[in-house]
């Protein structure tokens, strides 16, 4: 009965590992188009602060961001800013104009959805 306990215990251990396994992607095809990143969090399992972002990676290593402010002067501002798939992660630039990069691990991925893990900060995606 108590090898039974540990090898139960061992295989659920085993699984929460897998399960958090990081989406290794091959090229940018895995995520051309447009996503809608309507959350953001400091921890993956805090709290999201709801935001209103459009992300359309494009096959040219553009990243073309279309946010939108409702309240404010701008209605909508688009900022194009340059990305690669390396190593299995998205590289994005933080600041365009600049050669700084952002690498972002892609946590869980499907047809319809996406979490990345960017530098201390999670970003939760749906695609349009």
Known sequence: ????????SLAS?????????DVQLKDNSEILGKWNLYAE?????????AVKIEWDFQADGTLMTTSTDSVGRT?????????SVENGEIKKQTTPGREKYDSCKVL???AAKMTLKCSGMFFFLKKI
């Open 1 to 8: 009965m108590k090898k039974i306990v540990k090898i139960l």
């Open 13 to 21: 251990i085993f699984l929460a590992f897998s399960a958090n396994a």
């Open 41 to 49: 969090a400091i921890r993956l399992d805090g709290e999201q602060k």
């Open 75 to 83: 209605k909508e501002m688009k900022i194009p800013i340059k990305y």
């Open 108 to 110: 869980e991925k499907d």
